[in-house]
């Protein structure tokens, strides 16, 4: 479904944007509030390291604004325009939507974010391999 090498591959399944072998992240589910932030330092196939500069994630609360504001249009357009609720329920509607979502904002931010600044590379094993020599 999601070829691998696309942005919107690595974005969706939090897998290194270099590599696209793993998963970022120590813990799959971003409902695991404890966990939620903690990441490989590098990527065990390619070896890019996640936190490229320090504070490097804090970026990611721009593209975390951009997602909290996508999500309360969506909300506020299926509840008060679609299903024609009043504006009060609409604006419980954007709440419930936020709060329930806000794990996977927090962690699609930062995989739009890292994406940004890193591409896929198809032969990252044969640059791997020279650098090794």
């Known amino acids: 479904m999601l070829k691998k090498g696309s942005k919107l591959n690595s974005i969706l399944t939090g897998s290194c944007p270099k590599c696209q072998e793993e998963s970022m992240y120590l813990e799959n589910n971003p409902y695991k509030i404890s966990s939620i932030y903690k990441m490989h330092e590098n ?3 390619c070896g890019l390291k996640y936190s ?3 504070s490097f994630f804090y970026g990611a609360m721009y593209v975390s604004y951009g997602l909290g504001v996508a999500f309360a249009i969506a909300a506020y357009v299926i ?3 679609i299903l024609e609720t ?8 954007i709440i419930v939507t936020l709060i329930v979502l806000l794990p996977v904002m927090m962690r699609y931010s930062r995989n739009i974010w890292i994406n940004m600044f890193v591409s896929f590379e ?3 094993k044969d640059k791997l391999k020279k650098e090794t020599k």
Do not use: G, L, M, R
């Open 52 to 54: 490229i500069e320090p």
């Open 122 to 124: 198809k032969n990252w």
């Open 86 to 93: 009043t504006v009060k329920t609409a604006f419980i509607s």
């Open 43 to 45: 990527c065990s196939h």
């Open 79 to 81: 509840s008060y325009v």
